[in-house]
């Protein structure tokens, strides 16, 4: 039987640092192609997010939760009113939320200041002893959107001279005490469409301190607002506005007030 040689020492130490580096290098290879922590955890945390800054957020009931708008609300404007019964009301129409004043702020989403008096007007004082001028000393708008002066039928045995002085009075008083505010004139109104040439005149007076005093102006007897007054006006005393006459007064006076709101 062969025996077989013995390699010499350096062949040993050549074949164990052969092993050596063969081992290095399968290791090498492995750390290689394995997937590492670091390149997977930005995967894990992008796929685990729901939501984005733009939008909404859930609640943990499931509702969605709106963000916050810009918007701010905004207090409602105030409207001031000023007039003879007409405005006022009276037992036969037209007293606190049944009248058109309380209907327009109602509709419109405004405060109401009315300054009324029955019998009253630019020159006539009424039943608190009052006219127009004294009505707004009294009471001066303050932080109206819009002012509203309507009337009046009571000046009819007043001369147009007296009434247009009187009324230029009272726009001058309202726009010093409220500078912001717009002025919106209604001229005087009767009850029927019989009206007499005297009131015509008067209104034609108010028209024109309105004018001069950069107002809005509206003629009732022109537009014929009662020119047909059945339902509207008290078969009583055929002056005194029902409720269902406020409320088409409503109708009339809101979008002039609203336009006024837009100017």
């Known amino acids: 039987m062969l025996a077989l040689e013995r390699p010499p020492r350096w062949g040993l130490i050549a074949i164990v640092v052969l092993l050596a580096a063969n081992a290095a290098l399968v290791v090498l290879l492995v750390q290689r192609n394995a997937p590492t922590p670091q390149a997977t955890a930005p995967a894990a945390a992008s796929t685990n997010s729901s939501t984005s800054p733009s939008s909404p957020s859930t609640s943990p009931a499931g509702t969605t939760s709106a963000s916050p708008t810009d918007d701010a609300s905004t207090e409602p404007g105030v409207l001031a009113v000023y007039g003879d019964g007409y405005s006022s009301g009276n037992s036969e129409g037209g007293t606190g939320a049944a009248g058109w004043p309380a209907l ?95 009131l015509e005149a008067v209104a034609s007076a108010v028209q024109q301190a309105a004018q001069a005093a950069g107002a809005t102006y509206v003629d009732p007897i022109a537009q014929g607002w009662f020119a047909d007054p059945a339902g509207l006006v008290s078969p009583i005393d055929g002056i005194s506005i029902l409720d269902p006459g406020h409320a088409y007064l409503a109708d009339l006076i809101g979008p002039l007030v609203s336009a006024e709101l837009a100017r």
Do not use: H, K
């Open 104 to 198: 327009v702020a109602q509709q419109l989403g405004m405060e109401l200041q009315l300054s009324a008096a029955t019998l009253a007007g630019y020159v006539r004082p009424g039943s608190t002893g009052q006219t127009y001028p004294q009505l707004v000393q009294a009471q001066p708008p303050t932080g109206a959107g819009v002012t509203v002066v309507f009337g009046s039928r009571n000046d009819v045995d007043a001369s147009p001279a007296e009434v247009q002085s009187a009324a230029a009075q009272t726009f001058q008083a309202i726009t010093a005490a409220d500078p912001e505010t717009e002025l919106l004139v209604i001229g005087p109104c009767w009850s029927s469409a019989d009206v007499p040439a005297e």
